[in-house]
C-alpha cells in the first residue's frame, strides 16, 4: 500500500524557535492534510491543502503541497509550549471523500523551557 | 463548533467478546471512517462509509469487523471476535460536502483493551 515517510522523528527545541517538518512519498496524493495529536485525545485537523504548489497558512502555520503531489512540508514559526505533540501527515488518493487517509508515522515535537 | 463524539471513551473487553464503538459523526456530514491506533504507532484506516454502504475498506477491516448507521445520528463499528491484537485507540472521523469533502475531522476516540 501508500506509504508515507515523514521527517523527523522527533525535534527537541527551545521556546520561540522555527519548526520545519515534512513528509514525502513515492505515490501522488489528491489532497495533504496535516494533523496534530496531543496524548490520549483524536488528531486534530491543522491544515488541509488541496493543489500541488499551494502554500497556506493558518496563524502560525505554514504548509505547502509539494509540486509532485508526492510530498509537503509544514512549519511553526516561534514556537509556544502548547505547540508539543505529535504531528501527522495525511494523504488522501483520487477517490476524495470516500478514500481513507494515509498516515505517516508522526513528527514528535518537545519544547525545552 | 461542532464536533465528532465517541463512545465509551475506554472499554475493556475479554479476548473473544464482541464490543461495538459509537460515533456521533458531525451532523452535515455525510461520510464516515474508523481508524485504529495502535500504542505508539500511526494512525491506520479501517473503513469508510457513505450513503448507507461501504465504500472502501483496507486490509485489517476484515470479517470479524462491521459498520452501521442504525439511524440519522448514530455510526458504529462492531468487533464480533474481538482478539489481544484488537487492542489499541479507535477513531471515528467525519467530512462534509464541497471543498470540506477531504477534510476529515476525528472523535476524541475509544480506547478498547482486550484481555
Known amino acids: 500500500g501508500q506509504q508515507l515517510n515523514q521527517s523527523p522523528q522527533s525535534m527537541f527545541i527551545q521556546e520561540g524557535e522555527d519548526v520545519s517538518m515534512n513528509c514525502t512519498s513515492s505515490s501522488i496524493f489528491n489532497t495533504w492534510l496535516w494533523y496534530k495529536q496531543d496524548p490520549g485525545e483524536g488528531p486534530v485537523l491543522l491544515i488541509a491543502l488541496y493543489k500541488a504548489g499551494e502554500l497556506t497558512s493558518n496563524g502560525r502555520l505554514t504548509a505547502q503541497f509539494g509540486i509532485t503531489r508526492k510530498d509537503s512540508f509544514l512549519n511553526i514559526s516561534a514556537s509556544i509550549p502548547s505547540d508539543v505533540g505529535i504531528y501527522f501527515c495525511a494523504g488522501q488518493g483520487s477517490g476524495g471523500g470516500a478514500d481513507g487517509l494515509t498516515f505517516g508515522k508522526g513528527t514528535h515535537l518537545i519544547i525545552q523551557p | 463548533e461542532p464536533e465528532v463524539t465517541q463512545t465509551p471513551s475506554h472499554q475493556v473487553t475479554q479476548m473473544g467478546q464482541e464490543v461495538i464503538l459509537r460515533c456521533v459523526p458531525i451532523s452535515n456530514h455525510l461520510y464516515f471512517y474508523w481508524y485504529r491506533q495502535i500504542l505508539g504507532q500511526k494512525v491506520e484506516f479501517l473503513v469508510s462509509?457513505?450513503?448507507?454502504?461501504?465504500?472502501?475498506k483496507s486490509e485489517i477491516f476484515d470479517d470479524q469487523f462491521s459498520v452501521e448507521r442504525p439511524d440519522g445520528s448514530n455510526f458504529t463499528l462492531k468487533i464480533r471476535s474481538t482478539k489481544l491484537e484488537d487492542s489499541a485507540m479507535y477513531f471515528c472521523?467525519?467530512?462534509?460536502?464541497?471543498?470540506?469533502?477531504?477534510?476529515?475531522?476525528f472523535g476524541p476516540g475509544t480506547r478498547l483493551t482486550v484481555t
Open positions: 462509509f457513505y450513503n448507507n454502504e461501504i465504500s472502501e
Open positions: 472521523a467525519s467530512s462534509g460536502m464541497d471543498r470540506s469533502y477531504y477534510e476529515q475531522y
